[in-house]
């Protein structure tokens, strides 16, 4: 056995750095697979108080009637208030929360949503490749349209999207999901 401190200040220093690079290895791979960046539990405070739960589960409106852009392209897409004054200009305009729609909607000023569902700039996800295969907005999302409050239920780590496209036969390389 080699004592280390018997070797050479050359052989302390590649150790060293493979040591490192070792250790910087698993962190990684303990981040981008089992890490807690994406965890589930995210409600953020919204600028409206939206009820997905009022509007896809009791008043029966699919998610791509706001979300038109999932089906066409890589981003679901946040309505404007434009959108939300289809119905609005008929129905609840004394609500407080629609009166803030209708606030936006006669200023020109856009709906500042704050994101619940994100992923790391290295992965890439189109929602118009699995709406085209028919998965469902629950398999990501959870039961949506039966939230009040929109929070994750889902982690959304690589090992979630890895199982559910190996359960489904669906490419599994890195390329398919990473830029």
Not at 57 to 76: G, V, W
Not at 79 to 94: D, F, T
Request: charged share 20%; aromatic share 12%; hydrophobic share 35%.
């Amino acid at each position: 056995m080699v004592k280390f401190g018997s070797l050479s200040t050359t052989a302390k220093v590649v150790l060293g750095f493979i040591g490192t690079a070792i250790a910087t290895f698993l962190v990684l791979f303990y981040i981008f697979y089992e890490g807690p960046f994406y965890l589930v539990a995210h409600q953020p405070t919204q600028p409206i108080n939206y009820s997905h739960k009022v509007h896809a589960d009791d008043n029966k409106i699919p998610c791509q009637y706001c979300h038109t852009f999932a089906r066409r392209s890589e981003m679901s897409g946040v309505p404007g208030a434009a959108r939300c004054m289809n119905c609005h200009e008929s129905v609840k305009q004394e609500a407080p929360e629609i009166k803030k729609v209708i606030a936006h909607y006669e200023n020109n000023k856009p709906i500042e949503w704050v994101k619940v569902f994100d992923l790391p700039d290295h992965v890439w996800f189109s929602h118009k490749k699995h709406i085209a295969k028919d998965v469902s907005c629950q398999t990501c999302h959870g039961p949506i349209e039966k939230m009040d409050v929109v929070s994750r239920t889902n982690d959304f780590q690589m090992g979630f999207c890895l199982d559910c496209h190996q359960e489904n036969e669906a490419p599994t390389d890195c390329w398919t999901c990473h830029t």
